[in-house]
């Protein structure tokens, strides 16, 4: 077994190849649904994806503008002219025995994403390419046979291949979760990753700490999770070193992960682009793409994750905070037209509070959220800055907000939760309690130096209240009365 002493005389190099399927109404060369989910096996298809003779296939446009748009959203530059090429292989799920991609001229070139750690450092990442294909359909075995169900064949996706620059498990995890919220901001994919929207493919090799050459790199297939590319990195890395480290070779191959073992297993040797026997494809004719066409595609982009990070400098916000909010667009949009309406103070409160929904109830509560507009979020923080509610009460008023058309007041008022800070409405009552025998020894207590006991006094305070009391105000006028 490795030990930490052990790994620490290597280094690991990674590099992430990531399908997208695009938020497409039809398939890239077909008129078929693109949208597969809850539909019985092979009734999304046309004979295009079942490559039926004399079926041609036809590109769709609106696959251009996504893949367009996704080249903005990672700073990369949009070939005037891209082709389409055939590689072939065989597998059941591809009728066709080859796929369409785009080996030669990639739509999308170049690029960086810069993907924040929650240690406060950015890992940058290049961009080597991104290309259009199709994805092939997919297969379901159950012992000594296989289904082929071909809902999927024809999806389009982009492949955003990068380039070696990530050095950490962490690492590889964040530009996951960068890319996916950079895709998905931008309206390019639904982002689904339980549906299998994103796919990423995680290339981990290891050399010795110094080495002028990457070693031979495995390949992990098919990780549907940021957890997963995490975790199946620091597992590839642990497996690579003790190989070496007992003098065996690295095997170049593709990888499994599975979740419930936490290990990766051999699935079959990585193959190389001349395996494939690339050609162009001669019924596809070349993307051409003029400056003003590329402009009008990419034009209207919603704002992006470094927009609210920028947005949201003058909030004083912990990074896990702003990530755990930018975890869900609609969360962002919303504190950001907060910020906008009311103030800072108003937008950190409600940041606050739509950061610990996250941690709490995750995605569900954010698609409940979204259907609603800032004003109620940010009467309700206002009304705590009033200490017309107690903080309590406020979050208790935020979590039925998330599913409810009232207001924030009236809410309050059917719960019985506004705070009264009518010095005199609480005077009264402060004298009541100091005047209890009941509270004779918490008076001597405080009067002895002994700050604590106030608490017993103000929460006493809080009863005769019925919890209405503001309680700043209820310490402050017994410091008062006892002074």
Known sequence: MATQEMLDQYDMTIGIECHVQL???????????????????????????????????????EAIVLAARAGKALNSEIAHVSRFDRKHYFYPDLPKGYQISQMYQPIIIGGHVDAPLLDGDTVTVRIHHAH?????????????????????????????????????????KAYATELHR???????????????????????????????EL??????????????????????????VELLEKGEAIVQETRGWSDATGKTTSQRSKEDAQDYRYMP?????????????????????????ATYRE????????????????????????????????????ARRVAHWFSSAVAQ??????????????????????????????STAAKEIFQELLTSTDTPRSIAEKKNLLQVSDESAILSIVQEVLNDPASAQ???????????????????????SQGKANPALAQKLIRQELA
């Not at 930018?326 to 504190?335: E, K, R």
């Not at 700050?451 to 006493?460: M, S």
């Open 442 to 464: 918490s008076v001597a207590d405080i009067k002895a130096g002994q700050e604590k006991a106030i608490g017993f006094l103000v929460g006493q305070v809080m009863k005769k």
């Open 361 to 390: 109830t995750g995605e569900e509560v954010a698609i409940i959220a979204s259907n609603f507009a800032p004003e109620g979020y940010g009467e309700l923080a206002e009304m705590v800055e009033k200490n017309e509610l107690s």
């Open 23 to 61: 938020a497409t109404t039809s398939k890239l060369f077909s008129g078929a649904d693109n949208d597969a989910r809850e539909k019985e096996p092979n009734t999304a298809t046309s004979p295009i994806d079942f490559g039926l003779p004399g079926m041609l296939p036809v590109l769709n446009k």
């Open 281 to 305: 494809d001669a019924d596809i004719p070349p993307v051409v793409l003029s400056d003003e066409d590329i402009a009008a595609m990419q034009a209207g982009l919603p704002a992006l994750p």
């Open 311 to 346: 947005a949201w400098s003058s909030l004083g916000l912990d990074r896990s905070v702003i990530e755990s909010l930018l975890s869900t667009q609609s969360y962002a949009v919303l504190i950001s037209e907060i910020q906008q309406s009311f103030n800072d103070d108003v």
């Open 132 to 172: 259009l294909e199709e994805d092939a359909g997919k297969l379901t075995h159950h012992g000594t046979y296989s289904l082929v169900d071909l809902n999927r064949a024809g999806t389009p996706l982009i492949e955003i291949v990068s380039e070696p620059d990530i050095h950490s498990a962490a690492g590889a």
């Open 215 to 240: 070693g031979t790199r495995a390949e992990v297939k098919n990780l549907n999770s940021f957890r997963s590319v995490e975790k199946a990195a620091e597992y590839e890395f642990i497996r690579q």
């Open 182 to 212: 950079l895709m998905t901001y931008a309206g390019v994919t639904l982002g689904n990753l339980y549906h299998g929207n994103m796919r990423f493919d995680v290339n981990l090799s290891v050399a010795k700490k110094g080495a002028t």
